[in-house]
């Protein structure tokens, strides 16, 4: 009999007495062709089996389906069969080469739940902070502003009429221009007005100032791009005014092919960069990260400072 022939007759065997493990498949596939070596590949998976004289030089080959993978090597290359006689062990492991798929399917969308759990509980640790950081500022700055404004403006109903009135009523103006601009650099942390109607082009030219220069030409683009991008600048330029005053600082925006980029220079002092590569800015990290970003800060003493940030759009 040919051995072909046998091996289709041990298949048929094996798949109604339900023994078709792909180990024992395998076996039995090296021992019907009288093989030193044979491998079956399926999906991410292999299975091997070989014969006690060992696997020969050279094998060969057979690729029985493309997705799913699955792949059948032989040794010697005299007992490989035609991809037409392999059919009844393609027929056998196919639904076996789709089950390990979706389990890997099912790893792989487990992986990423983790990873967006994860990323959720930062996201919220940022918020609570946040928070946090808005309650201080408001209670530290607009309210000691406005607290200041009503005194004044106490006074000066008090003292209506009196030599100096004109003075005190620009005095609590000013006060009151004062507790307007503590509000604004507040919300500005929030969510700019310009942020949202203007775009990330709109918001980062915003940012230009004596000493600070913005190139930006952006069409709209998702919100939480934006935001994300925005605020990696907003904190860029603000770390750059504190630790480099002085220094000159350049912010420029560019999309190209698929991805957008942010990036914040200044040829200040410099600093050496920590080890994982983001200075203090992890949670800016983890903020783009959530946006399928990255952050890059590159730095040296007396080299000035980059910071650039992308996502791919």
């Not at 600070?212 to 952006?218: F, G, T």
Request: contains cysteine; neutral net charge.
């Amino acid at each position: 009999m040919r051995r072909d022939k046998e091996l289709v007759g041990k298949l048929a065997a094996a798949f109604n007495a339900n023994e078709t493990d792909p180990r024992d498949l395998i076996r039995l596939v090296g021992q019907t062709l009288r093989a030193r070596w044979c491998e079956l590949t399926v999906g991410t998976r292999t299975y091997e089996w070989s014969s006690p004289r060992g696997r020969a030089a050279d094998p060969i080959r057979c690729a029985l389906s493309d997705d799913p993978e699955i792949v059948i090597a032989i040794s010697p290359p005299s007992a490989m069969l035609t991809p037409q006689q392999w059919q009844p062990l393609l027929i056998l492991v196919e639904p076996l080469a789709y089950t390990e798929a979706k389990e890997q399917a099912q790893r792989l969308r487990n992986d990423a739940v983790r990873r967006l759990d994860d990323l959720r509980w930062r996201a919220s640790i940022d918020m609570a902070q946040e928070r946090r950081r808005l309650e201080r500022d408001l209670h530290d700055g607009a309210q000691h502003h406005l607290v200041a404004v009503q005194l004044a403006i106490a006074v000066a109903e008090h003292q209506q009429g009196e030599t100096g009135e004109l003075e005190r009523r620009r005095a609590a103006r000013s006060q009151l221009d004062s507790a307007e601009s503590v509000l604004l650099a507040t919300a500005r942390g929030v969510l700019p007005r310009t942020l949202a109607d203007n775009g990330l082009s709109g918001a980062l030219h915003a940012l230009s100032e004596s000493g600070i220069s913005v190139h930006a030409d952006l069409p709209r683009l998702m919100p939480a791009v934006e935001s994300a991008l925005y605020f990696t600048a907003l904190e860029a330029v603000s770390n750059a005014q504190k630790y480099a005053p002085g220094a000159r600082i350049n912010v420029d925006a560019l999309m190209k092919g698929d991805r957008v980029t942010v990036s914040i220079s200044d040829n200040g002092p410099g600093f050496i960069v920590r080890k994982d590569g983001v200075g203090g800015l992890s949670r800016l990290a983890q903020r783009l990260q959530a946006a399928n970003g990255v952050l890059d800060v590159q730095s040296a003493p007396g080299k000035g400072t980059r910071v650039s940030a992308w996502i791919r759009y």
